[in-house]
C-alpha cells in the first residue's frame, strides 16, 4: 500500500504566509456579511474539496485503506493547528485540580 506523503519541500516560503493571509481575510468578509459559522463551513468544505484534489494527484494506489489513512492524517494534522492556536490565543489552560489533593474540612 503507498502512503499519500506532504509535498517534499520542508521550507516555507514567504508566499505561504500571504495566501494562508488571503485566506484569513476572505474567512473575515464572509464573517462581516454572516457569522463565523458560515466563514469555517466555507473554508472548512473548500479545505475537504482540495484535500481531495490533493489526495488523487498525490496517491499511487487508490484503496480504502489508502483514504482512511489521509483522512486521518488530514484529521490529526488539522487537530494539532487548532489547539496550537487556540492556546496562542487564550494560553494554555490550567491544570484540573485533583479532588484528592484538596485540603481535608
Given at each position: 500500500m503507498s502512503e499519500p506523503t506532504p509535498a517534499a519541500s520542508k521550507?516555507?516560503?514567504?508566499?505561504?504566509f500571504i495566501r494562508v493571509n488571503d485566506f484569513i481575510e476572505m474567512a473575515n468578509r464572509v464573517e462581516r456579511r454572516?457569522?463565523?459559522h458560515h466563514?469555517?463551513?466555507a473554508m472548512t468544505h473548500a479545505f475537504g474539496r482540495y484535500s481531495a484534489h490533493h489526495y488523487r494527484?498525490?496517491?499511487q494506489?487508490?484503496?480504502q485503506q489508502s483514504?482512511?489513512?489521509?483522512?486521518d492524517f488530514i484529521a490529526e494534522t488539522v487537530k494539532n493547528m487548532v489547539l496550537t492556536h487556540i492556546d496562542d490565543m487564550l494560553g494554555p489552560?490550567?491544570?484540573k485540580s485533583d479532588p484528592e489533593d484538596a485540603p481535608a474540612e
Open positions: 521550507e516555507i516560503s514567504p508566499e505561504f454572516f457569522d463565523t466563514a469555517l463551513s494527484t498525490t496517491i494506489g487508490d484503496e483514504r482512511e489513512g489521509f483522512a489552560l490550567a491544570p
